[in-house]
């Protein structure tokens, strides 16, 4: 299997959590990341994860890995409206200098 | 701090026409990839290139051919544009073998054939 599955809209208030939920198909997958677009502009990575981890804190970002059912989840904690933006999940196979991606989650801040 | 370049923001072109797509950077990598980004579509991978003059088919690489004539350098070339490919194209660059260093992007060329 080869998809990424993402999302496409989120909305929260600000000040509250995003929870930006990812699902992939490749068990061979060794890296797992997350990538932030702002308009007008390409992505950035905002943090990555690494398949034998569960968990992964960042300041206000939190991943989590659910490997056995392929889910990966970015929480956002205390939303602001810089936080507006495309969030990509992205997966790399083992042995594979390619990331596939998924379709984006445009999450939108309500003030 | 690492740069990616893309020589144009946006392009529009006639149908039929070749459009090249340049991309430049600074960091001496060896990966260099060309995504397309389409909304509901996600980013999806049309050439890799490992090595200058080495090249890859990616998900989508019909209609597209690549060039890379020197390690900066990744060309994107539409040989007779359609308006199909209408798109932001996206260039990209990593460090070969490295699993924990990014892709690091450029910001983009929207392209709009008509």
């Known amino acids: 299997g080869e998809d990424v599955e993402q999302s496409l809209f989120l909305s929260v208030r600000e000040g509250d959590s995003s929870v930006i939920n990812c699902t992939y198909t490749?068990?061979?997958?060794?890296?797992l990341y997350w990538y932030k677009q702002e308009p007008g502009a390409g992505l950035q990575l905002l943090t990555y994860?690494?398949?034998?981890?569960d968990m992964k804190q960042d300041q206000r970002l939190t991943v989590l890995l659910n490997k056995k059912d392929k889910h990966l989840s970015l929480r956002i904690a205390d939303t602001q409206t810089g936080d507006s933006a495309i969030y990509f999940c992205?997966?790399?196979?083992?042995?594979?200098?390619?990331?596939?991606f998924g379709t984006g989650t445009r999450l939108t801040i309500i003030p | 701090d690492v740069k990616v370049t893309q020589s144009s923001r946006y392009l529009v072109k006639r149908t039929g026409e070749k459009v090249f797509l340049e991309c430049v950077q600074d960091?001496?990598?060896?990966?260099m990839f060309w995504y397309r980004q389409d909304p509901g579509l996600g980013l999806r991978l049309i050439y890799f290139?490992?090595?200058?003059?080495?090249?890859e088919k990616g998900d989508i690489p019909e209609g597209y051919s690549v060039s890379r004539e020197k390690k900066e350098r990744f060309s994107l070339i539409l040989e007779s544009a359609s308006t199909n490919q209408t798109s932001m194209y996206l260039c990209?660059?990593?460090?070969?073998?490295?699993?924990?260093?990014?892709?690091?992007f450029g910001n983009g060329t929207r392209l709009t054939v008509t």
């Open positions: 290139s490992y090595d200058v003059k080495m090249k």
């Open positions: 490749d068990s061979s997958s060794t890296y």
């Open positions: 990209a660059s990593s460090l070969r073998g490295s699993w924990n260093s990014p892709l690091h």
């Open positions: 960091m001496d990598h060896e990966n």
């Open positions: 992205a997966e790399r196979r083992r042995g594979n200098e390619k990331l596939t």
């Open positions: 994860i690494f398949s034998n981890m």
